[in-house]
Each structure stands twice: as structure tokens, then as C-alpha cells.
């Protein structure tokens, strides 16, 4: 069956660590009501504005009469797990099939993202693999071949297993029902939300060098621009998701789902600012996950020092971490880049990022990631920790510092974490700097494939493995 997608979930954060929202138990069971009842018209009310703006009534309507006509009634839900306040992951039997379903709300409990992945496909692609990974030691191929066997044909990994100054590369693609090696150290991937990393990163490097401080407030490098309602805000918060801000702009047309950010500039985020800015007034802070307020800290921070994010991005991190294969676009990278693919392991185009560069737009290789890693284990190198300092409390499990969310592995090592996932990729990197290990994992899996969490799930499973 062709995939059926609502709306993007633009790239995707986190691993599964909690306890089911009591606010998305609300809305799933109000929404299977309303489906069941063919009152779509109800579930386009419990949309966000963004939401509404990319599938508009009469949209939502043919979707969920196609569903129906499809699946039938649903007829039972068991919740998955949560990605970390993020989105929702339920299992879901209808009359006819069973599916998974991807939810995400707003600040306002509205939905603002959701996703249904009939399960039929990943039941054929089970069976069949072969594990060739002859040459890997056994531990490392058993853990790769687990989590990756149920991925699509010509999906290709390549990881990083790092111990101090050490670096292993392991390459892998799946071809005919089989895994098998591949050197691919240095290809390139779209990195997607591990971006943000790098966003906070020179974000650290301006305050070292004493030219920007994390409590400055952003307005006032747009003088010609007036917030709306004085709507103030600072790097800190944009960096750490506490802002405020929604995850997108209401003035991001989605209808481009296979290049969603392409045409957002300079126009529409001064529109957006100007006319649209709104954040939550709450008397405490929050964490809530924005690509807006990450796209606007790297534009912002190319406004402060008069130049472009870009440019600061390839000054302070790619020349000074000696990242040559690092990229701001996929122009002229020829068979250097593997090809992104979609859930069914089709080829997709690359995403192009606009003024919203800095929550996704990276292009790298896990030799270059690597570099980047080991450098974290420098006890000198003052601005990567201010990165890696917490600046705010998510939960008791989880803490967050600049973009670098802080927590504990499997074992119970401190570890530092970020993902990412675009139309066509998803990528993994944990650290344990105190230990000085760390994995990478960079793939052509998408981020709206079923097993896509598996690339998290594999780089906790390897870290675990190199810190026994």
C-alpha cells in the first residue's frame, strides 16, 4: 500500500525512554472516536494552524474516507513509546490491517504532525536477510545485523566505533537480502537534526571569543524589525528548545514534502517574526522541541557577526575540526553522496535549507563526525564543554545542555546524545566523554520508516558494547 502521510514530521528527535503522555492517551482516543464515527471534521478542528494549512478540510476528509475504505473501523490501540515529549508511537489494529501511528501536538495538545505506516511490508523484508559481515568481530556484526535486517534494499550504513584516539569504521549495505561490507568512511550523508550540535557549537565559540553572550537577547541584530507583541528572545533558550517557540513557523508551506524547507528565506522569516511570532506564556519554562528556533539561532547568529551562518559554520567548525568532507549542500558531490531514500527504499531528493539551515542542513561523513567526537574528549577545548553543560532540566532521566541532550546509556554511563532524520536519511551520535568512547551512525534509512529508531537503538547498543 502506498504510504500514507499526513504531514511531515520534520526532523525527528530521540530515543525512547518514558511513560506515556496522559495528553496524547486524550487525543488518540478522541481521534479513533471521531474516525470511527466519521466526524473528520472534528479531527481537522484538533489540527494546529500549520496543520490545517497543510491539509486543509476537505483534504483531511478524502484522507480519512480513503483510510477508512482501506482499514476499515480501528478497532484497538496499544501505545509504543514516546519520543521524549516529541511524538507519540502507537500500535493499531483496524477491521482490515494493522498499522503503526505517529502523533505529535503542540503546546496546545493540538495535533500537529501524524503519520500512518500500514505494517505489512516490514513482515516480507523480515525473513530473507543473510548476515554476510564475515570480517567484523562477531559482537559487532550480531548487534549491526539485528537492528538492521529489516531495512529496505540498497539502505548502506556507515558507523564509527570510537575508544580514545581510536576509530573503527564499519561500512554496511543491505543488497539482495543481504548484508554485506562496504567501505564508506568517507561518503557523504545528510546528518538532519545533529546539525543542531553544530549550530550550538559555534553559538559557544562567539561567547568564548566574548563577541556574543548566551543571555543576549536576538532583537536586537534585526534593527529594522520589530518583533511582534515585543516578544523577546535569547540564544540560550533558543539553543536549549526552552524558548517557547512552536516547532515550525505557521508561514512553512508543507506541501513540498520532499524539499519542506527549500523556499523559506530571508522574506518569510522576517514575515514570520514580524506578523506571526508567538511563543507560550507560561510563568515556567519548558522544553519543546523547535526547528524554527534552531534555524533561527544559526540565522541569527550569521546576522550578529555580519556575514552568514554558513560561512561561521565552515570558520569555526569545519576548518578548525579539520572536517573536509563536511557540506553545506549536495551541489557537485557526485558519487561521493549515497543517495537518500524513502520509507520504501526509493530515491529521494536531498533537502535544501534556506535561513532554517542551522536545524538540519549538514552534510558529513562519519570519518569527519569522528574528528568531531574526539575533540570532545579535550579537556581544553572550553567551548565544546560549554556545550555539554546542562542548561536545563527535561526530567529526572534527561537534561539538556546547547542542542547536546544529557543522559544515560544502557549501562548507566553519562553519555551526551543527538539524531537526526530527513526525507531520506537518519543518523545517531553518543558519546561518553568522561571515557572517551563514542559511536556514530550515519544511514540512508528515512526518518518516516517504520524501524527508523532502530539506528538509535544500534548506537546505544555499540556503545554499551565498547564500554564493557
Same mark, same amino acid.
Given at each position: 500500500?502506498?504510504?500514507?502521510?499526513?504531514?511531515?514530521?520534520?526532523?525527528?528527535?530521540?530515543?525512547?525512554?518514558?511513560?506515556?503522555?496522559?495528553?496524547? @492517551?486524550?487525543?488518540?482516543?478522541?481521534?479513533?472516536?471521531?474516525?470511527?464515527?466519521?466526524?473528520? =471534521?472534528?479531527?481537522?478542528?484538533? *489540527?494546529?494552524?500549520?496543520?490545517?494549512?497543510?491539509?486543509?478540510?476537505?483534504?483531511?476528509?478524502?484522507?480519512?474516507?480513503?483510510?477508512?475504505?482501506?482499514?476499515?473501523?480501528?478497532?484497538?490501540?496499544?501505545?509504543?513509546?514516546?519520543?521524549?515529549? =516529541?511524538?507519540?508511537?502507537?500500535?493499531?489494529?483496524?477491521?482490515?490491517?494493522?498499522?503503526?501511528?505517529?502523533?505529535?501536538?503542540?503546546?496546545?495538545?493540538?495535533?500537529?504532525?501524524?503519520? *500512518?505506516?500500514?505494517?505489512?511490508?516490514?513482515?516480507?523484508?523480515?525473513?530473507?536477510?543473510?548476515?554476510?559481515?564475515?570480517?567484523?568481530?562477531?559482537?559487532?556484526? +550480531?548487534?549491526?545485523?539485528?537492528?538492521?535486517?529489516?531495512?529496505?534494499?540498497?539502505?548502506?550504513?556507515? /558507523?564509527?566505533?570510537?575508544?580514545?584516539?581510536?576509530?573503527? !569504521?564499519?561500512?554496511?549495505?543491505?543488497?539482495?537480502?543481504?548484508?554485506?561490507?562496504?567501505?564508506?568512511?568517507?561518503?557523504?550523508?545528510?546528518?538532519?537534526?545533529?546539525?543542531?550540535?553544530?549550530?550550538?557549537?559555534?553559538?559557544?565559540?562567539?561567547?568564548?571569543?566574548?563577541?556574543?553572550?548566551?543571555?543576549?537577547?536576538?532583537?536586537?541584530? !534585526?534593527?529594522?524589525?520589530?518583533?511582534?507583541?515585543?516578544?523577546?528572545?535569547?540564544?540560550?533558550?533558543?539553543?536549549?528548545?526552552?524558548?517557547? #517557540?512552536?516547532?515550525?513557523? =505557521?508561514?512553512?508551506?508543507?506541501?513540498?514534502?520532499?524539499?519542506?524547507?527549500? =523556499?523559506?528565506?530571508?522574506?518569510?522569516?522576517?514575515?514570520? #517574526?514580524?506578523?506571526?511570532?508567538?511563543?507560550?506564556?507560561?510563568?515556567? @519554562?519548558?522544553?519543546? !522541541?523547535?526547528?524554527?528556533?534552531?534555524?533561527?539561532?544559526? !540565522?541569527?547568529?550569521?546576522?550578529?557577526?555580519?556575514?552568514? *551562518?554558513?560561512?561561521?559554520?565552515?570558520?569555526?567548525?569545519?576548518?578548525?575540526?579539520?572536517?573536509?568532507?563536511?557540506?553545506?549542500?549536495?551541489?557537485?558531490?557526485?558519487?561521493?553522496?549515497?543517495?537518500?531514500?524513502?520509507?520504501?527504499?526509493?530515491?529521494?531528493?536531498?533537502?535544501?535549507?534556506?535561513? #532554517?539551515?542551522?536545524?538540519?542542513?549538514?552534510?558529513?561523513?562519519?570519518?569527519?563526525?569522528?574528528?568531531?567526537?574526539?575533540?570532545?574528549?579535550?579537556?581544553?577545548?572550553?567551548?565544546?564543554?560549554?556545550?555539554?553543560?546542562?542548561?536545563?532540566?527535561?526530567?529526572?532521566?534527561?537534561?539538556?545542555?546547547?542542542?547536546?541532550?544529557?543522559?544515560?546509556?544502557?549501562?548507566? @554511563?553519562?553519555?551526551?546524545?543527538?539524531?537526526?532524520?530527513?526525507?531520506?536519511?537518519?543518523?545517531?551520535?553518543?558519546?561518553?566523554?568522561?571515557?572517551?568512547?563514542?559511536? /556514530?551512525?550515519?544511514?540512508?534509512?528515512?526518518? *518516516?520508516?517504520?524501524?527508523?529508531?532502530?539506528?538509535?537503538?544500534?548506537?546505544? +547498543?555499540?556503545?554499551?558494547?565498547?564500554? @564493557?
Amino acid at each position: 500500500m502506498k504510504r500514507l502521510i499526513l504531514t511531515l514530521f520534520l526532523i525527528m528527535v530521540s530515543t525512547s525512554l518514558f511513560a506515556q503522555n496522559e495528553n496524547y @492517551k486524550i487525543v488518540m482516543d478522541k481521534l479513533i472516536n471521531n474516525y470511527n464515527a466519521d466526524q473528520y =471534521d472534528k479531527i481537522f478542528n484538533d *489540527f494546529s494552524a500549520e496543520m490545517q494549512q497543510a491539509l486543509p478540510l476537505e483534504k483531511t476528509k478524502q484522507f480519512f474516507s480513503g483510510l477508512k475504505a482501506k482499514a476499515g473501523k480501528i478497532e484497538s490501540t496499544a501505545f509504543l513509546n514516546e519520543q521524549q515529549g =516529541d511524538y507519540a508511537i502507537y500500535k493499531t489494529k483496524s477491521e482490515k490491517m494493522e498499522f503503526t501511528v505517529k502523533i505529535s501536538l503542540d503546546r496546545q495538545n493540538h495535533i500537529s504532525g501524524l503519520l *500512518f505506516k500500514p505494517n505489512e511490508v516490514q513482515k516480507v523484508i523480515k525473513s530473507n536477510t543473510v548476515n554476510a559481515l564475515s570480517t567484523y568481530p562477531k559482537e559487532i556484526s +550480531e548487534i549491526i545485523f539485528t537492528n538492521v535486517q529489516n531495512f529496505p534494499n540498497n539502505t548502506q550504513l556507515s /558507523i564509527a566505533v570510537i575508544a580514545k584516539d581510536k576509530v573503527k !569504521y564499519y561500512g554496511v549495505i543491505k543488497a539482495n537480502d543481504k548484508l554485506q561490507e562496504i567501505e564508506n568512511r568517507n561518503k557523504v550523508f545528510e546528518i538532519g537534526s545533529i546539525t543542531k550540535v553544530f549550530t550550538s557549537t559555534v553559538l559557544a565559540a562567539l561567547v568564548n571569543e566574548g563577541k556574543i553572550k548566551l543571555t543576549d537577547e536576538i532583537n536586537s541584530f !534585526y534593527p529594522t524589525l520589530k518583533f511582534k507583541n515585543n516578544i523577546q528572545l535569547n540564544f540560550k533558550d533558543l539553543a536549549n528548545h526552552t524558548s517557547g #517557540l512552536p516547532r515550525l513557523p =505557521d508561514n512553512l508551506d508543507l506541501s513540498n514534502q520532499n524539499n519542506p524547507y527549500k =523556499d523559506y528565506g530571508q522574506n518569510q522569516i522576517k514575515h514570520y #517574526l514580524q506578523d506571526s511570532l508567538a511563543i507560550e506564556n507560561t510563568a515556567q @519554562k519548558k522544553y519543546a !522541541y523547535s526547528n524554527l528556533g534552531a534555524g533561527l539561532l544559526g !540565522y541569527t547568529l550569521g546576522q550578529s557577526q555580519g556575514t552568514s *551562518f554558513q560561512t561561521l559554520l565552515q570558520q569555526k567548525i569545519f576548518d578548525q575540526y579539520q572536517m573536509k568532507n563536511s557540506f553545506v549542500n549536495s551541489n557537485n558531490l557526485a558519487d561521493r553522496l549515497v543517495k537518500g531514500q524513502n520509507a520504501e527504499g526509493q530515491i529521494v531528493p536531498n533537502w535544501d535549507f534556506d535561513v #532554517l539551515f542551522g536545524a538540519g542542513g549538514i552534510l558529513s561523513t562519519t570519518e569527519d563526525l569522528a574528528k568531531f567526537a574526539q575533540a570532545q574528549f579535550d579537556a581544553k577545548n572550553t567551548a565544546l564543554a560549554l556545550t555539554r553543560t546542562p542548561t536545563f532540566n527535561i526530567n529526572k532521566d534527561l537534561k539538556i545542555g546547547l542542542a547536546w541532550h544529557l543522559l544515560k546509556s544502557p549501562n548507566g @554511563k553519562d553519555v551526551i546524545w543527538h539524531n537526526g532524520g530527513t526525507g531520506g536519511y537518519s543518523s545517531s551520535m553518543v558519546i561518553n566523554v568522561k571515557d572517551q568512547s563514542a559511536v /556514530i551512525v550515519l544511514s540512508n534509512l528515512s526518518a *518516516f520508516h517504520a524501524k527508523n529508531n532502530d539506528i538509535d537503538k544500534l548506537s546505544f +547498543e555499540l556503545i554499551g558494547e565498547e564500554d @564493557k
